[in-house]
């Protein structure tokens, strides 16, 4: 017999949370599930602590494969999955432990291709419940279809792939895989193709998931690569658009609006990365940008008057071809912003100390 659900963990280099991520599944309240943990070449100990929980619990198993990144690990995991349905959790997170029983309780309601739930993020020892992104028991079908399609443009808050329960069938009937060829917004393209083909789905306003967010984690340093995918991911959420039928002028004008934001906010990345140690290195990237033909063309047809106020300031300046110009003023906003955010978090200390 088949399990409910299907765990897939992709983990690389995670001996620090590993063994709390696995800890909150194999203590779940809901005991009829199987947790898949690819082991995508680990050079710690990690493959040492997955294996310790596969001796000891059978419903583990522990594959290692040769280093691919997060997308060819979760893809190994869809093909080896035998539950009824998949769910993606990242190994520096974890899930409450009645998590699986509350989605299970529903799915004995109605056998939904997808659950969507709300998670928590975690800030060190904090823990805070995300804002809500939808109505509490907001329900999917053949009449709200364009409604969620309409918030899929318009918010990303429905990219993560571990936010939500996967109908298997759905997955692999369409042969529904992760980009490899991505290092960021992989997720959000699976979730919205696999939001294509659902006919029924729920939401739910419960924090099931633990979303750790960690400022010293790689989406805060920069790679040109992080562009590329992004701007993959919208180009094929624009090719979606005629899917879902709605490809119109005023949504192709909110993805345009979204692929700025997006390739001003990835730029900005450039002005605090760690890994960019020099001015010299901060500004070849920032010219790689701004050369690529697809985002100049962009930036050149498109009227900025929607951008927020810095974005708009940098996109006037490159509109003029004052590159250099624009570097050295965003730099130096960058850092008045940093130094002013030091001194009202110093404040704010005192304060609280006093």
């Known amino acids: 017999m088949f399990p409910f659900v299907s765990v897939i963990i992709p983990v690389y280099n995670s001996e620090k949370s590993l063994g709390y991520c696995i800890d909150s599944l194999i203590n779940q ?5 199987e947790i898949i943990i690819i082991n995508d070449g680990s050079t710690d100990n990690s493959e040492k602590i997955a294996q310790e929980y596969e001796n000891k619990d059978l419903r583990v198993k522990v594959i290692t494969k040769i280093n691919g990144g997060v997308s060819s690990a979760r893809n190994m995991g869809i093909k080896e999955a035998l539950g009824e349905y998949i769910l993606f959790v990242d190994s520096d997170d974890s899930i409450e432990l009645d998590s699986i029983e509350r989605l299970h309780e529903i799915y004995l309601i109605k ?10 993020n975690v800030y060190n020892t904090k823990v805070v419940k995300n804002e809500s992104f939808l109505i509490n028991g907001f329900k999917i079908d053949k009449n709200s279809k364009m409604d969620l399609y309409d ?8 990219a993560p792939c ?9 997955i692999k009937n369409h042969e529904l895989y992760f980009r490899e060829d991505m290092i960021c ?5 699976f979730s919205m193709e696999f939001l294509t083909y659902i006919e029924s789905g729920i939401f739910i ?13 790689a989406v805060n340093k920069y790679d040109y ?19 879902w039928g709605i490809n119109t002028d005023k949504y192709n004008r909110i993805l345009d609006d979204r692929i700025i934001h997006s390739i001003f906010g990835k730029m900005n990345l450039i002005y605090n990365a760690p890994n960019l140690k020099t001015l010299k290195s901060k500004y070849i990237e920032f010219f790689k940008i701004i050369k690529d033909k697809e985002i100049l063309k962009l930036l050149n047809t498109k009227e900025g008057d929607k951008l927020r106020l810095t974005y708009r300031f940098q996109w006037q300046l490159i509109r003029k071809n004052q590159y250099l110009g624009c570097f050295i003023i965003s730099m130096f906003i960058h850092k008045t912003y940093k130094f002013i ?8 200390n005192n304060i609280n100390t006093s």
Do not use: G
């Not at 571990?162 to 759905?170: M, R």
């Open 29 to 33: 309240t809901y005991k009829d599930i």
């Open 111 to 120: 056998k939904y291709d997808t659950i969507i739930f709300n998670y928590n």
């Open 151 to 158: 918030f899929c443009v318009k918010s990303s808050k429905l």
């Open 341 to 348: 955010k030091q001194i009202y978090k110093s404040s704010q």
């Open 162 to 170: 571990w936010n939500k329960l996967h109908k298997s069938t759905i």
């Open 185 to 189: 917004a992989e997720d959000a393209l």
């Open 225 to 243: 690569r992080y562009m590329y995918s992004t701007m993959l991911f919208l180009n094929s959420l624009r090719k979606l658009l005629k899917q």
């Open 205 to 217: 306003d419960i924090p099931l998931y633990n979303y750790v967010r960690d400022n010293t984690s």
